[in-house]
């Protein structure tokens, strides 16, 4: 099973681009040429760093730029609430780190003003773009994820037995329901180009398109990316009416619908995100059909290499299909290969421009 930290691989060379970035990720590790470490920081958002999502990831890719060079030394600060999101950044300050990597939408504000208060302090942040930047010290790093999750989509639809699936979000904003907008777009495709008829709980997507900064609908949220018991719930709840396969994007709160899973038993199964999975999880591997991921650590450890390599550059990267920044990736649950086929053809479809991602483009199932 392929883990989506392998990107430099997949792109068929050395080196990771990053917007205006590119780092080398050559396989030989770089010996330490200076007695002090580079300092290089992670503060996660409210999950902690063992969500198995996209906390977990961003520490891997950091941990993952110092076995390339062994001067980087790696730390995290984990933040139990919001509250916590401004002094972990002030306290890493206070400790030289030469990268602060802050991992989530909500550290926006925070990030915000670390960076504009000190223009020498290098950021890179998760799923976010901060604007009102003064200082050209903060890479971001977004996905559109809606690629991948319109694959998803497609896998949980031609899957299914019920003719149901779900999703639900840990909040109501654009990194997590781009996501949803894209799950929903691959079942009404597949809907409409294989004849079947799969019916979508959980999100109902605003007229016109998504994008990194605005995806509108109605849908449910948990409110938070911590209450697995909250997640066990609404997966419960989803299994009562008829789903056979969920998909929360929600972090940690996604292991309580791992718990329900296993409580239904079989027949019913779980589309994780973020990060493969059989890989974070690989106990649970045989509930997962598929994983809906970013790449999370091969960017977050592109940005920690460049820091201590002093080429940063602050910017914007976007992982898409084409460059490997998402994917779809199975998991312990068996499919077709007649599936996986048609999936890989929606996938090119995708790369090419000619298969939308934007599910008012499909009728409703």
């Known amino acids: ?70 001067n980087i030394d790696p730390s995290y600060l984990s933040s139990t609430s919001s509250a916590d999101y401004s002094p972990n950044i002030k306290t890493f300050e206070g400790e030289g780190c030469g990268i602060i990597v802050t991992v989530g939408f909500l ?95 959980g999100w109902t997507p605003a007229k016109g398109a998504c994008s990194l900064a605005t995806c509108n609908g109605k849908g449910t949220f948990v409110g938070n990316f911590t209450d697995q018991t909250a997640g066990k719930t609404i997966t419960t709840g989803d299994f009562s009416d008829g789903a056979d396969i969920v998909f929360p994007v929600a972090g940690s709160v996604g292991l309580g619908s791992v718990a329900a899973a296993q409580q239904a038993g079989a027949g019913h199964s779980i589309m994780w995100v973020d990060s493969n999975g059989c890989v974070s999880d690989a106990t649970d591997c045989k509930w997962f059909v598929g994983t809906v991921a970013k790449g999370v ?3 977050v450890e592109a940005a920690v ?43 090119a479809g995708i790369i090419a421009g000619t298969i939308s991602v934007n599910p008012n483009k499909y009728p409703v199932g």
């Open 1 to 70: 099973m392929r883990n989506i930290r392998r990107l430099g691989t997949v792109l068929g060379a050395a080196s990771l681009v990053l917007g205006t970035l590119t780092v080398s990720v050559a396989a030989t590790t770089v010996s330490a040429s200076a007695a002090t470490k580079f300092k290089a920081c992670v503060v996660t958002d409210t999950g902690g760093i063992n969500d198995k999502s996209f906390n977990a990831s961003a520490w891997a890719g950091a941990e993952a730029a110092a076995k390339q060079d062994k």
């Open 107 to 201: 550290m926006d504000p925070a990030t915000l003003a670390g960076a504009n208060a000190d223009a020498k302090q290098k950021f890179a942040i998760v799923d976010d773009a901060p604007v009102g930047l003064k200082h050209d010290n903060v890479l971001a790093l977004q996905y559109e994820t809606d690629q991948a999750g319109f694959l998803g989509g497609m896998l949980a639809a031609g899957k299914s037995v019920t003719g149901t699936v779900a999703t639900y979000g840990g909040e109501d904003f654009s990194s997590v329901t781009l996501y949803m907008n894209g799950f929903v777009a691959g079942v009404r495709y597949y809907d409409k180009t294989y004849n079947a008829k799969v019916k979508v709980l």
């Open 297 to 299: 650590e091969p960017s």
């Open 305 to 347: 290499l460049a820091a201590a390599k002093g080429t940063f550059k602050g910017g914007s990267y976007v992982g898409t299909l084409a460059n490997s920044g998402t994917l779809l990736e199975y998991g312990g649950i068996k499919v077709p290969s007649k599936l996986k086929s048609e999936i890989a053809t929606a996938k």
